[in-house]
Each structure stands twice: as C-alpha cells, then as structure tokens.
C-alpha cells in the first residue's frame, strides 16, 4: 500500500526556515516522480517543486526558487528546505507520487499524481 505522511509544518516568522519532510512507503522511491504542493484558502493547489531520484531531475515554481531546496535520501524520504520564508507561502503543504514522464523528469500538475499524504500546515507570519 503505497503511503506517504508529510512532516515538519510549523508557524514561523518572515524570513524563516522550516524543513519538510515527506516518508514514504509501498514503493520503490526513486522509481516515481514526487512532488510538493500547496493549498492556501481560497485558493487552488499549486505546485511547489518536485523531483525524480532516479534521474536526479528537480524543477521549482517560479515564486520559490533561489528559496526552496527538494531533496532526497533515495531511500524513503523527500525533503522541502525552506529559507526565507514569506507570509503569502502559507498553506497546507502536500506531497504526492506521481509517474515520472519520459525524459525521467517530474510532472508538473496536481491532477498527473496518483497519491497524496494528508498535509501539513505552514504559517508565515508577518
């Protein structure tokens, strides 16, 4: 059964870190695509960043890159570091699994994942 949990949310200042950390199971981590999303009220869910171990492969939306950092220890965890922190950054933060595409990269939208953990909640304060 293929699961994953996100960990690490948090309120933090502007200008802060967190670090997530998303565990997985039922599955060979570094076969799939795994990326990280958020959802802000009101709001439809958006991608973060994302990542394939395998190829290496890491992509980053516009609004985080030179900011946030994904990793992973090839093994059963992907990680989101976090750095300068903005208040418009909070949100529900979620991973998923997803197929990885052809050229061994990531997708790009919420709907090419096949599995999600529940969540976890990141406050940016001003």
């Known amino acids: 059964e293929v699961q994953l949990v996100e960990s690490g949310g948090g309120l933090v200042q502007a200008g802060g870190s967190l670090r997530l950390s998303c565990r997985a199971s039922?599955?060979?981590?570094?076969?799939?695509?795994i990326g990280w999303f958020r959802q802000a009220p009101g709001k439809e869910r958006e991608g973060v960043s994302r990542?394939?171990?395998?190829?290496?492969?890491t992509s980053y939306a516009d609004s985080v890159r030179g900011r946030f950092t994904i990793s992973t220890d090839h093994a059963n965890t992907v990680y989101l570091q976090m750095d300068s922190l903005k208040p418009e950054g909070t949100a529900v933060y979620y991973c998923?699994?997803?197929?990885?595409?052809?050229?061994?990269?990531?997708?790009?939208?919420?709907?090419?994942?096949?599995?999600w953990g529940r969540g976890t909640q990141v406050t940016v304060s001003s």
């Open positions: 998923a699994q997803g197929r990885k595409l052809e050229m061994g990269i990531a997708p790009r939208h919420p709907y090419e994942y096949d599995y």
């Open positions: 990542i394939v171990g395998s190829t290496g492969s």
């Open positions: 039922g599955f060979t981590l570094d076969d799939y695509a």
